[in-house]
C-alpha cells in the first residue's frame, strides 16, 4: 500500500464527512424499525444486538480484572459469556449489568460520532471491535455471525461511495439504539411467565442478568429492569435528537 492511499484512509478516519440530508437520516431510522418490530425480522436482526450484549459483558469483564473465558452466541440469538474471577463484588456487578444497556450505549455513543461528521471512524471503529470480539467467540455460529457483521462494516466503508456509507452508519445506530429497547421489554414480559434457565444453567434455574444482579446486590430484579428501561429509553432519546440533528 503506497503513502498516498495511507494519507488518505487516514484523513477519511480521522477527518470528518458532511452530514447527510435531512431525508436520508429520516428514512434510516423507519428502515431500522422495520428491522426491529416485525417478529420474523427481528428473529434475524436480533443477533446483531446479542453481539453487542454480550459483548459488553466480555469488555466489562476486561475492566473489572476479570479473566474473560470466551463468548458463545447462538442461533436462538442467545448468548453466553463466561469469565472467571471473584463471584461477587462490584466487578462481578459491572459485569452482569452490562449486556442489557451496551447496545443502547454504543448506539448513543455512534449519534455522537455522526452528530460530530466522523462517518468513516465510525464504520472502522465498529469494525475494529467486532475483531477483537471475534478472538473470544468459542463456536461456530458466533464466528459465523461476527464474521458476516464485521465484513458488511468493512466493504461498506473500504468500498462505497460516501452517502452510501452514511446510509449504513445511520442505519446501524438507529438499529442499536431502536434494538436496544426491545429486549428489555421481552426480558419483562419473560419473567412476567417465569424466567427460563440460560443455556448451561441448571434446569428451572433463573439465570438472567436481573436475577444474577439480584442475588449479587439484594436489590430486587424488577428494580435492574427498570434501570435497564431508563438506560434504552434515554439513550434512544438523546440519540435520536443526535442523529435528527435537534
Not at 78 to 89: A, E
Not at 158 to 182: M, N, P
Amino acid at each position: 500500500m503506497d503513502t498516498d492511499r495511507l494519507t488518505d484512509i487516514g484523513s477519511r478516519v480521522f477527518g470528518t464527512q458532511p452530514d447527510p440530508p435531512v431525508w436520508l437520516v429520516v428514512a434510516t431510522g423507519v428502515l431500522a424499525l422495520a428491522a426491529v418490530l416485525p417478529r420474523p425480522a427481528w428473529r434475524l436482526t436480533r443477533n446483531a444486538v446479542t453481539i453487542a450484549h454480550e459483548g459488553g459483558h466480555g469488555l466489562l469483564a476486561l475492566v473489572t480484572g476479570r479473566r474473560l473465558e470466551g463468548i458463545r452466541l447462538h442461533s436462538d440469538t442467545s448468548g453466553l459469556t463466561v469469565s472467571r474471577g471473584k463471584p461477587t463484588g462490584l466487578g462481578m456487578i459491572l459485569t452482569a449489568a452490562a449486556g442489557y444497556i451496551t447496545p443502547s450505549l454504543l448506539g448513543l455513543a455512534g449519534a455522537a460520532l455522526l452528530a460530530a461528521g466522523h462517518i468513516t471512524a465510525l464504520l472502522w471503529g465498529a469494525t475494529l471491535l467486532l475483531l477483537v470480539m471475534l478472538v473470544m467467540i468459542r463456536n461456530a455460529y458466533g464466528v459465523l455471525t461476527v464474521v458476516l457483521t464485521g465484513a458488511a462494516f468493512l466493504l461498506v466503508s473500504w468500498l462505497t461511495a460516501a452517502d452510501v456509507q452514511a446510509g449504513f452508519a445511520y442505519a446501524a445506530v438507529w438499529f442499536l439504539l431502536l434494538g436496544g429497547v426491545r429486549p428489555v421489554f421481552e426480558l419483562q414480559r419473560k419473567r412476567r411467565r417465569g424466567p427460563a434457565p440460560r443455556p448451561g444453567s441448571p434446569s428451572g434455574a433463573p439465570d438472567s442478568d436481573p436475577d444474577q444482579l439480584a442475588r449479587l446486590t439484594h436489590a430486587p430484579a424488577f428494580v435492574w429492569i427498570g434501570l435497564f428501561h431508563v438506560v434504552t429509553l434515554c439513550s434512544l432519546f438523546g440519540g435520536g435528537r443526535w442523529l435528527l440533528g435537534l
